[in-house]
C-alpha cells in the first residue's frame, strides 16, 4: 500500500513539475522528429537577408571555453530547475519525505538533456553539440538551418525594408535534391520528385515568394558541404567551395558537374509542379565558381564554413575575403557555437548556470540576449 501512495505521489510530482517547466519554457513549434533527439522542422524556410547584428564573439577565449565546457562532459547538462524551491517534503503516511531537486533529476522525474540551441523548430541539446561542434566531425544540417534562421530574424528586425529578398532552402529540401549523395544511416535513397515537391511545398508555406530574388541551398554532396546561390533576376548562380583543390587535387568544376545542373533542375521542376507561374525555371542558369576563403583538407569544417558565407557574402568576393579571415578549426566552431546559444533569439528555457556564467553581460548584439 505504502508502495503505492509513494508511486501516486511521485506521479503528482513529476506532474507539477512537467507543469511548472511548461510554464517557463519558451513557446515553440511540435516538428517531425529525425532519429536523434535533435528536432529538425520541415515545416517552413526561413527568408534569408545580409546580418545587421549578428557577430562573432568579442572574446574568442570565452567561446572556446564554452565549446570545452560542453565537450568536456555533455551529460552534466541535466534539466536546470529553477523554478523548484530548494527542497519539496512530501508527506506519505504521516511520514515527510524530503527530496531534493538534483533527486528529482537524477530519478527521472524531471526530463534529461534540455535543449541548448531551440530556434523555430531547430533544437538541440549538450550531446548533439558535442557530436557536431568537435574538432574533425561533420556539422549536422540543422545547425546550419538554426543560425540562418537567426540570420534571417535579425534582417526583420532590424531591415524590414529588404526583408523576404531570399529565401533559405533548408538542409533537410536540399538533402531530397540530392539524395542519391547523401547517406542517412548508412543507406543512400532513390530521388522521388513527389516527396520532393511536397516536402517544398510545406516548407515554403507562408513564405512571400513574390518578393524573392535569390534562393540559397547549402548542397551536401558526399559528405561535402557547400552553399549555391540562385540569382532569380539574372539567370546566374554562384558557388561557394571550401575546399581547395589545389591541395586536395581535381577540379570544382569536376565536383559540381553534373551535380549543380541536376540539383537545380530538381528545385526548377519541383517550384513548378505546385506554383509554376511564381519562378521561371532556372535549371540551365550560368555558373560562377567564386573565389572564397578555404578551409584546411581533411578538417572536416565545410559545414561552418557555409555558415560564414550566408553570412558574410554580399556578392563580392574581395570584401568576403576581408570579412572572414577564418581563424583555426576550434576557434571557429566555438564562434559559431557561442552565437547559436547566445542569440537573443535562441529561446532555449533554463540554460545550466555553468553555461549562464560565460554569457556575454551587455554587448548591445544580436548574438546576446
Do not use: W
Not at 505504502?2 to 505521489?9: E, F, P, S, V
Not at 520532393?196 to 516548407?203: I, K, Q
Not at 515554403?204 to 554532396?221: F, S, T, W
Not at 572572414?324 to 537573443?344: M, N, T, Y
Amino acid at each position: 500500500m505504502y508502495k503505492t501512495k509513494l508511486l501516486n505521489i511521485t506521479r503528482k510530482v513529476n506532474k507539477e513539475a512537467d507543469y511548472a517547466a511548461r510554464q517557463h519554457a519558451s513557446p515553440v513549434k511540435y516538428c517531425v522528429k529525425s532519429a536523434s533527439p535533435m528536432k529538425h522542422c520541415v515545416k517552413r524556410a526561413a527568408r534569408y537577408v545580409p546580418p545587421s547584428s549578428q557577430s562573432v564573439p568579442k572574446d574568442d577565449n570565452v567561446a572556446v571555453q564554452l565549446l570545452d565546457l560542453i565537450l568536456s562532459d555533455p551529460t552534466q547538462f541535466g534539466r536546470f530547475v529553477p523554478f523548484l524551491p530548494i527542497a519539496c517534503t512530501l508527506q506519505i503516511h504521516n511520514c515527510f519525505i524530503l527530496i531534493l531537486p538534483h533527486l528529482l533529476t537524477q530519478s527521472n522525474i524531471l526530463p534529461h538533456s534540455p535543449h541548448l540551441v531551440e530556434v523555430d523548430c531547430y533544437s538541440a541539446n549538450a550531446t548533439d553539440i558535442a557530436a557536431s561542434f568537435k574538432v574533425g566531425s561533420m556539422i549536422e544540417g540543422i545547425f546550419i538551418d538554426a543560425f540562418a534562421s537567426l540570420l534571417f530574424k535579425d534582417e526583420m528586425r532590424d531591415s524590414p525594408e529588404t526583408f523576404g529578398k531570399k529565401i533559405f532552402i533548408p538542409t533537410s529540401v536540399t538533402g531530397l535534391l540530392n539524395i542519391e549523395n547523401v547517406t542517412r544511416v548508412g543507406s543512400k535513397d532513390n530521388f522521388s520528385p513527389h516527396a520532393l515537391a511536397e516536402h517544398l511545398s510545406d516548407c515554403l508555406k507562408g513564405v512571400d515568394r513574390l518578393k524573392a530574388e535569390q534562393l540559397l541551398l547549402p548542397i551536401i554532396n558526399n559528405d561535402h558541404c557547400t552553399l549555391y546561390i540562385v540569382y532569380l533576376n539574372q539567370g546566374s548562380f554562384d558557388i561557394l567551395d571550401s575546399n581547395d583543390y589545389d591541395q586536395i587535387g581535381g577540379k570544382q568544376s569536376q565536383h559540381h558537374y553534373p551535380l549543380a545542373q541536376k540539383v537545380l533542375k530538381r528545385l526548377s521542376d519541383g517550384f513548378q509542379s505546385f506554383m509554376p507561374k511564381v519562378f521561371k525555371k532556372f535549371g540551365n542558369y550560368h555558373r560562377e565558381f567564386v573565389k572564397c576563403p578555404k578551409m584546411v583538407p581533411c578538417s572536416n569544417d565545410c559545414a561552418v564554413y557555409v555558415i560564414r558565407y550566408m553570412e558574410r557574402y554580399q556578392g563580392n568576393p574581395d570584401k568576403l575575403a576581408d570579412d572572414f579571415q577564418p581563424p583555426d578549426s576550434r576557434v571557429l566552431r566555438a564562434q559559431i557555437l557561442h552565437q547559436l546559444i547566445f542569440h537573443c533569439f535562441n529561446l532555449a528555457p533554463c540554460i545550466h548556470p555553468a553555461i549562464e556564467g560565460l554569457r556575454p553581460l551587455d554587448d548591445g548584439e544580436g548574438s546576446s540576449h
